[in-house]
């Protein structure tokens, strides 16, 4: 490879399979235990404990990659097993009603780290980015810029998604650190990107390593919660997994069959069309659960748990194997199956564990309550489409209501309370009302039109302030 290696590739090549081996011998057998039936009955509504006091928490927050809303055991699952997964939601609160702020990957990234909607950049525009012609600008604040400015370290490891060098990166939007990769997609020993790109970065040099790329992200994570930073610290880890192409730890001829069509010049080789199985994404999505559990260990060993808020959600609904039931609908779309994901959200120093909560939230909320409870102010002349949630979860205040909004391309969709207005490709205004039909099934537009036009109206105010397609 003729791109520059880091001398910190040197050694992270050479650790080869011994270190997977020796990451998974740090989980805990006791986080090892499967969720015993019943779990989910014996869950709690959420309710605040108001009184205590700490300091600012250290921030893990963790993204899978297209990892579908019933994706895991704890969300019903028949049979996909996620123990450490589970296990982080009997310590924390599980959101059952929580949502991606769009239905791919680049908008929801944008949505997360702006605080906004993806619609009021040009590069949140891209559904998802696919060239290197936008991108997330390095002068709009970002969560890690202005928690950054409030004295914590920040650092992002593995997928960006949200824009190309040399004009966009991390390290140029608030992140202290970068290690992963900036494309929407890679092959998970080679790391050649969507267009045959080696696609492996840290900082913005080149970076050898031809380990399977879940284990190298969650090495590098271990790593860096285990450090004495000597202040708070905001990590984003966004894993790939369980993105195509579908490729589980070990399987070496099927990566080298996609690598060879790579190189032969076949830009479809890494959508997988002709492979993957129920069985191979379930290794794939266990395989999540464990390296998050790695990760988690390795917070527990350097001390740091209760004082470290975890959250662990995904960039939108699930792909092609993945279990959203009942939700119609996945990846793509602004039915529930495609921007409805698992949420789980634990702080032991502030927050009860074994609570459930379906409050209706999505990715922009969590960037306002991140820069509440880290001490951060948004940027005056980029204020935030989220709402706080920092008040109702240590405070017990109550959420006001309000409108969650999503625009893709074709198709449109705001849900207040318990309603649902959606306009899909059929170009036909539907509504929905979620708390009795989670699978949008039962049209109430024919008898419910002063609402319908209510929610519809509200759409169509917000969507008059976002940018155009096409701008």
Known sequence: MSTPLSRRALGGAAVGTAAAAALAATVPAAQATASAPGTAARERPFRAAPGRHSARPNILFILGDDLGWADLSSYGSPHIRTPH?????????????????????????FSLYTGRYPGR??????????????????????????????????????????????????????WDEFFGNFGGALEYYSKLGLGGEYDLYEGDAAYKDLRYYTRILTERASEYVGRDHGRPFLLNLNFTTPHWPWIADGDEETSAEIVRRIKAGDRSALWHQDGGSLEKYKEMVEDL?????????????????????????????????????????????????????????RWPARIDGGQVSDLPVFSPDWTATLLEIGGARPHPAYPLDGTSLAGHLLRGEAVP???????????????????????????????????????????????????????????????????????
Do not use: M
Request: glycine share 12%.
């Open 401 to 471: 209501e309000r409108d969650l909004f999503w625009r893709v391309r074709g198709e449109r969709a705001l849900r207040r309370g318990d309603w649902k207005y959606y306009r899909g490709k059929s170009g036909r205004d539907q509504l929905f009302r979620l708390t009795e039909d989670a699978r949008e099934q039962a049209d109430r537009a024919p008898y419910e039109r002063a609402r319908l036009a209510e929610l519809k109206a509200a759409w169509e105010r917000t969507d008059a302030g976002l940018l155009p397609y096409g701008s």
């Open 289 to 345: 659960d464990r390296s998050v559990g790695t990760v988690l260990a390795a917070l527990e060993r350097a001390g740091r748990a209760r004082d470290t808020l975890v959250f662990f959600g995904s960039d939108n609904g699930g792909e092609r194997f993945s279990y959203n039931w009942p939700l119609a609908g996945n990846k793509g779309s602004l039915q529930e199956g495609g921007i409805r994901v698992p949420s789980i959200l």
């Open 121 to 174: 950049t040009k590069g949140g525009l891209a559904e998802p980015i696919a060239d290197r012609s936008v991108g997330l600008e390095p002068t709009h604040p970002t969560l890690a810029s202005l928690l950054r400015d409030a004295g914590y370290a920040t650092a992002l490891i593995g997928k960006w998604h949200c824009g190309y060098l040399p004009d966009y990166s991390p390290t140029r939007s608030g």
């Open 85 to 109: 997964l589970d296990r982080l939601a009997r310590q924390g609160v599980r959101f059952t009603d929580a949502y991606a702020g769009s239905a791919t990957c680049s908008p929801t990234r």
